[in-house]
């Protein structure tokens, strides 16, 4: 395992000095002054196993907005809390539409197409708002203890800055409550949305808040965070749903479930030995960090890791 | 080994007799009268493995119409021939339409999502066709030496069948056309595809062709038909687009890469592993088969077999 | 003259008296407890000319909700005050679809095809907030000057219930101000439509308040509302677009610029002679008066009032 | 009307000076060769009353490719056969999508908006091959008596050319045809379609046969080719449907029924009174003529003319 653990960390540490010579090819998520004006030139990147190492190259200890990448936690939470019956109010299917897309939420009548696009997600922070005392409190609570970083904390300039430029997000609020998908108030659920994108991590944190997906949903402490079959399933709607629009390619070049967000991080998972956390800021067309999708299917290439 | 290899065949022969419980639910594909009058009442499940193993259970040697499961045998001849080149007139995301909508061929202005919806596999014929001196016969041959089984027949009643009530694939082909992305003749390229449709094939047959998927695009035999990379990529588009518009409820429930057909057959990977054929005629309202999904998520809960 | 109205009188009575052979075909409006209780076996027609005279048969002086007829009005409204600066805003283009489709807006990124559908009404609105101190008052005000009727009123019951099931038109609103489409806050326009949607008119009332586009733009009294060029466009917008996603049906059968509302009444114009008003609660299945569409297809077939 | 018939000459006059100095603003149809070729800085304008006078200036005598303005006459023809029963093919609303749309198609389940779009009009042709022995050349023998113009040709190289660009066509008839809303065969409803395009006329030839829309439906003779009915009927498709998705637009600006055609031809109708031909080949964006827009609309606001 030493030698093994010895190739992973050459292959980081190439990886992160090759990445510097990537940078100036995207552009960095402007919708937002906050997030316009994060230096481009970044790049961290982090592997977890299942033994407890750490593995990184990088800026992994600079935290960055973790934006969608909250979308798979708050998932986790209301699975903890719905299991199945979530399936009611949500699909699990890709939707070949872009990520903030009102179009396919109007043709399926107010059920988004899976809770890792924009409509999704706020269908479960509505879902989360009916049944938590404190959802935004509960998943930086959540955060805080599968990352072991008791300090993280949400960005509330960054939050404000969302909540602003949030019209989409409450045209669709708006879209699903008139189909009866949504059962809170618009407000109040948007402004949970904007706190959870605005929660902020670094590399380090987040490889270790995924980790659960590879280990069957425990954490290494053993505490059951979701069941075995929670965890798979979570992990097959991370390979066909977690990238946007941008799924099959991510799955034909890095072979793994993930997820990304307009911050430049992306999380992804080798069921059953690692977790990885990928950041820099400039993105690709699709939206996922062009840099980070890069140096996962450098990492995956190099060490075989695909799932297919 | 041998302990395990009990355990397969305990696990199909309880499936496929569970199976015969859960007939009368769905309906017989009934577009061409060739496949409405199939006998609806029948399942048969094979599981190849590395060693050459074959575990069977149910109707495993009747053979029947593999439909779309040709477009996986189809994307393999063009990578033999293109490779990467394939994707300049080819996507590689999941859709999120039915598989022969024209809506988003329009809009993405004549490129097909991906090579498993009907308009992505005319455009992979047209491919064949371009490059193939005799591309059904060539396809035929593939298919005989994969699954061991030189006494494969195209159905020439359900491949002219196919051609009279093929205005929709005319439709998509010329589409194409009229945006530069399909060169040969459309009542050619129609042709071609409705053969390849109407082969017929069992069980058994199916699951060995499909064997070189779980051995990084090798046959036992040890002839390479695709490099380990594309035989990994294959794979990742199997799992996010190969069960058309259920790709992702797919990948939650049974968990590995797969392909469907009308006819009521299905292949999934195990990759590494296995690989499976399970075959009823009934389909879901996805157009899939219903009882073949049903078995393929008891057979992979039950030896834990998901990818995720 | 009195010949020819003798001859509209006989045939409005003749028309009121059928229209009630007609009742049970259609359904109320129930999208909103206040008009679903509405008593469905009401008809009641008016016809105004340039000379001061009004015709009319059966149940004219019940009042009732005006709802998208409002839309006219409120377009009358802001092309006082922008003129033909209006359109950097709203199109002017039929819509192919539904009264309340998200998906077109989304397309056209915010611009809303004409002011008759909800999104375009909306905008106008929209627009009279950014500019009018006070824009219901404003609105109220004109229709009782235009009607002659200072008593009208706003059924604060139903705008308080439009606004109750006003999700959609939200989604509508907050999808233009993402693409800053929309200036004001959406609570106040929302606000304001609704109240626009409550007032109530008789068939009286409404056609005369519509007289003023047969007659250039002027009321009776001499007073210019709109240009003669402001009136005849006026005109060409309800002829493409006033009766929703049912405008070609209308100009075949009816051959008329008309504006429909899901209260039941129908106002037509047969520029320089005649302004209609149609009333009756049961809608067909594309959201307009069943009865009144017949109504105003036998008069305008009897007394040969086509514009085309 | 002496008097009146001086300022429509001076009006002519006048507009077809000015239409020169707009030369160049445009950009003249170019998707097949023959079309491509003509002479951008051509503008012709004729007026036919219903005296039998004929009021003209620019290019009158030049002919032209009438293109979709055919499209009318096939509608003319189908109603003469059909009456009410082609309504049961072919919708009678504005589309709101680009003339040669799939979409809209797919969702309504292949019965076109209505007869001008491309979809419509090639609906309209299956119904003429249906019944028509020879449906092109009594198209031609129409033309030539609605014209007076017995020396009318089809422009065969046009044609051929169009045949060869015409893969969307034969897409939109496919699709048809899979939902059984087509009954002949493709390749020669497609071959009647490109002849129709490809006739050759000039303005005064299509000012006259156009005529008869002004008049009843009857012919100047006295030939009744369609009822009064009919006629308005016509003249009412025209208003919403006829320009593509520029209806609105053209109604707004010139108030009347009108057809184009992407030669650069444009047929208004003032019902009762004149009909327009104007033509000019420099399209604008909607694949209208850009100066034979502007003609018409300085020609009935000087003279008054809409119908609204």
Known sequence: MTDYSNTIQQHLDRIAKHARDLFGNGHVADYIPALAKVDPNQFGIAVCDLQGNVYQAG??????????????????????????????????????????????????????????????????????ESRCSAPNYQLLELLRELSQNPH????????????????????????????????????????????????????IDLARAALLLC?????????????????????ALLATCGLYDAAGDFAYRVGLPGKSGVGGGIVAIYPGHYSICVWSPELNDAGNSLIGTYALEALTDALGLSVY
Chains 1, 2, 3, 4 share one sequence.
């Not at 960054?158 to 909540?163: F, G, N, P, T, Y």
């Open 215 to 235: 280990n069957k949903g425990k954490t290494l402490a053993g505490r059951e965070i979701l069941t075995q079959t929670q965890s798979k399933r979570v992990n």
């Open 152 to 203: 993280l904390l949400v960005n509330t300039t960054v939050a404000r800055s969302e909540l602003e430029h949030g019209s989409r997000n409450a045209a669709m609020s708006y879209l699903m409550k008139s189909y009866h998908n949504f059962d809170n108030p618009v407000e109040k659920v948007l402004e949970s949305y904007a706190h959870h994108c605005a929660i902020e991590m670094n590399c």
């Open 59 to 128: 800026d992994t200890t600079t935290a960055f907005s973790i934006q969608s990448i909250s979308k798979l936690f708050t998932l986790i939470q209301a699975l903890q809390i719905y299991d199945e019956e979530l399936w009611q109010r949500i699909g699990r299917e890709p939707s070949g539409q872009r990520f903030n897309s009102l179009m396919q939420l109007e043709v399926e009548q107010g059920i988004p197409r899976n809770p890792f696009i924009n409509a999704g997600a706020l269908a479960v922070c509505d879902r989360l």
